[in-house]
């Protein structure tokens, strides 16, 4: 257990810092484990019917989260980048799950600056390292989402999700996923 007494608002950030980038790189050693796990077929001697049942009754999670953690575990294998940006913290478990559906390395370095929230907040010596993955071509037009279900319509623009408070979409339906999907396969 840790001491809480802190002298500062700075020292208890930096703290809580430090532990969330201990838990992502424990969570990416985890997923390690889960892509061999996997290939070994641990779960056939544990009464489960695949992998993704294993890992929801081991872990207590559900069925749907299973099979979302054993295909990103396996994706981080060949997204070398994305693997460093959630082992050191700087992406959570809940980005690169949904970064490894649709990335690339090609894509990798541009998306995980989207989930980032961009250039303008990064630190600038960050801004300057990640110059070498950037587009020679300027941001595609946002793309045009088809109205939900709400009769609301959304227009999917990375730097707009960035901004907003309140995420595109009704809320009703899920537009919201459709706009954040688009969002990142057009910001590049």
Excluded at 71 to 95: C, M, N, Q, T, V
Excluded at 106 to 112: D, P
Excluded at 123 to 130: A, F, N
Excluded at 148 to 166: F, H, I, V
Aim: glycine share 8%; with cysteine.
């Amino acid at each position: 257990m840790h001491d809480l007494s802190f002298d500062g608002d700075d020292e208890i950030i930096r703290s809580i810092d430090a532990l969330n980038a201990r838990a992502c790189s424990t969570q990416r050693e985890l997923f390690g484990l889960i892509a061999e796990g996997d290939r070994r077929e641990v779960w056939r001697n544990g009464g489960a019917a695949n992998m993704a049942h294993w890992v929801c009754m081991r872990y207590g999670i559900s069925y749907w989260k299973a099979e979302r953690w054993i295909a990103a575990s396996h994706a981080l294998e060949r997204l070398p980048r994305l693997s460093e940006a959630f082992a050191s913290g700087e992406l959570s478990i809940d980005k690169v799950v949904e970064l490894t559906r649709f990335a690339t390395p090609e894509t990798e370095g541009r998306l995980i600056l989207w989930a980032q929230g961009g250039l303008l907040r990064m630190h600038p010596s960050v801004r300057e390292i990640s110059q070498l993955d950037r587009p020679s071509k300027k941001l595609r037009k946002p793309t045009r989402i088809a109205p939900c279900r709400g009769g609301t319509s959304t227009t999917a623009s990375a730097s707009a999700w960035r901004r907003s408070s309140r995420r595109p979409g009704c809320g009703r339906c899920s537009s919201t996923g459709l706009s954040r999907r688009a969002s990142a396969r057009n910001a590049w």
